[in-house]
Structures are given as C-alpha cells and as structure tokens.
Nanobody, 125 residues
Framework: QVQLVESGGGLVQAGASLRLSCAAS????????MGWFRQAPGKEREFVAA????????DYADSAKGRFTISRDYAKSTVVLQMTSLKPEDTAVYYC??????????????????WGQGTQVTVSS
C-alpha cells in the first residue's frame, strides 16, 4: 500500500504562483512514476506532469510546459509541482498519483494505482 497526501492548493490571482506537494509513504520502493493530474468541473481528468521516481526524466503537458516544474525531494519522499504564471484555466482539483509501470505509461491515468485526495487550485482573473 502507498499513501499520498497533497497540500498547497488555494485561491490566487492570475499570474501568481503556487507550490503543490505530495507526500508519499508506505511501499514507495515499488513505485516508478509520480504524476500530477487535474480535473476541472465538467471536464475529464487530464495529465499535467510526471517524474520518474529516481528524479528523471520528467514530462509535461503542453499546457504546463514553461510554467510548471515537477521535482522530487528525496529526504521527504515528496514530489513538488511548482506552478507559476497561473491562468484561470488552471483552475481544477489537482491530484497526485503513483504507478509501478514503466515511464512510457506516464500519461495514462488508468495505469496509476494510488491517488491522493486532491487539492483545489482556483485562479481568479
């Protein structure tokens, strides 16, 4: 079993930054991918970013490239999503997830087997 706990969401204005954290515990040695997904009201869940458990490589959705950075804090078993230049269209519930599959499956949410509870990010215009 793996437990994931997200934190760091909130309400910000457009152009601001937020830092989301995902603390992992349990059988983390079996993990290979940590990913962030988001779901806006009335929309399907979508891939945002992923990182291999070793710290590299990383991958980003086009909407996140250049604005978001995913990284791993080894000491704290935490994955961080640093979000800058936030836009109203970034408003969503953000979920971290983990998979034991190969990195080639990083964008497939159905192949992630553990999920956090989600954290709300709201960006006002």
């Amino acid at each position: 079993q793996v437990q994931l706990v997200e934190s760091g969401g909130g309400l910000v204005q457009a152009g601001a930054s937020l830092r989301l954290s995902c603390a992992a515990s349990g059988r983390t040695f079996s993990r290979s991918i940590m990913g962030w997904f988001r779901q806006a009201p009335g929309k399907e869940r979508e891939f945002v970013a992923a990182i291999h458990w070793s710290g590299a490589p990383t991958d980003y959705a086009d909407s996140a490239k250049g604005r978001f950075t995913i990284s791993r804090d080894y000491a704290k078993s935490t994955v961080v999503l640093q979000m800058t230049s936030l836009k109203p269209e970034d408003t969503a519930v953000y979920y971290c997830a983990t998979s034991g599959r190969g990195f080639q499956f990083r964008r497939s949410d159905s192949l992630y087997d553990y999920w956090g509870q989600g954290t709300q990010v709201t960006v006002s215009s």
